[in-house]
């Protein structure tokens, strides 16, 4: 066995590869102003892992065979036991620091929320309960577990600190790994900050750097901050932004693989499945996740993807739109009014798609763009101003006939209240926004499908603090 032998990353943006490294963050090629969307994305390896049977409860031990790191160790040499044990041994030191060890969370059909939907099935995955409260947690334990491989290979030293920008789950998220994995963190957070967040942060041993805006200088200041630290190479991206640690949407790619193995075991197929979107590694990780589900032969389909955001900010919709707008003017054809209408043709244009995707990966601002104006909405979470990780999503909904979804502050509090109420999931805005969009696009398009039941997924993805 070889390095040479580990499956490793390419570039989705530029195509640089990168074989076995100790840090598969960023893309090397990444520059400021090429427009290329660089992301570091793992290739498929030749022959992937048997889907696990073993019922371990964390997911990372059980699907550790799936994980690029895990492939590096043992290419070096390090036994399936040790590899285990570090990741066993890891997860006790989370649950140390932060009360809650990496169990699969709840996936299952909610009766209530089903009625309520007026017969559609509705399966619900609870991540209210995982460690610190959401799913950004899997994410980083993710990287987390990378670094202590790397360490016992000696291929990092430990002594560089780590890195975030984010003031809500992402950094609560990462003081827990971070204090488990015994390294610094430094967090970029905004004058406005919520001092409860702070104050947990440092409970945690973490760094808070208070970011301020710079007369002039355009973007999210915490956002530029965390970038020059790690451009600097004076840390290391603990972050959860496919663009600067394409290594973080793995770790997410759990969160899919617990769902798709549920899935398979019942014999159930999701229609479509409504995620909630920030900046993006979520439903990128989600896309992912089931994709690999689906060749493993654990699922039998894909289900449509649907993208999330609110009418406050929508980058990753405007990009849909804009990608659909050229995929048309490819294809010759007039632009349907209607979003499924557009998703439907283009599921069958898959050549036209994968054109217009290549295109728009090398013209990164035409379609990504920060969003203009300050966005406002109860769904705080998912108010970046850029989808950092929209092409994954944007092809993960066109590949699969899917569209996205827009919905508003009292959609955002009519699901809170559902998923309280019929899901018995104390959820918050940000993390029942999935939720809202499933239940807005089923009334906006009750006669998709010629008006027949769907099964339909969601992910109540924060707890309400
Ligand atoms: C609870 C919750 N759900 C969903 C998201 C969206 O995830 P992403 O930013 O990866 O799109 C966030 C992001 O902060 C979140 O906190
Ligand atoms: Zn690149």
Redesign the pocket.
Known sequence: MSLDDVTGFVCAGCGATLQASAHPFACPNRRAGDDVDHVLVRRDPASPPPWPTDGHPNPFVRWRRFLYAYDVGVHAGIPDGELRQLIIDLDAAVLEAGGRSFKVTPFAQSPKLSAAFGGDEVWVKDETQNVAG???ARHLMGVAIHLEIMGQLGLDDGSLPLAIASC???ALAASVVAAAADRALNVFIPTDANPKVVRALEDQGAYVNVCHRKAGVEGDPCYLDFRSAVGDDAMLPFC?QGPDCGLTVEGGQTLAWEMATELGWRKVTLDDLYV????????SAVVRGFEQALQAGVIAALPRFHAVQTEGCYPVVRAWEKVTAKAFEQLGAALPEAWPDRARALAAAPEAVATVMAYARQHRSEFMRPWETPPHSLAH??L?DETYDWAAIVEGMLNTGGWPVLITDADLTEAVRMAQKDAKVKADA??ASGLAGARVDRANHPAADGGKPRKIGVIL??VER
């Open positions: 959401s799913h950004k809500g789950n992402a959860c909630q979107v920030g900046g993006g590694a979520l439903m979470g998912i970046d940000t993390g993805s924060g």
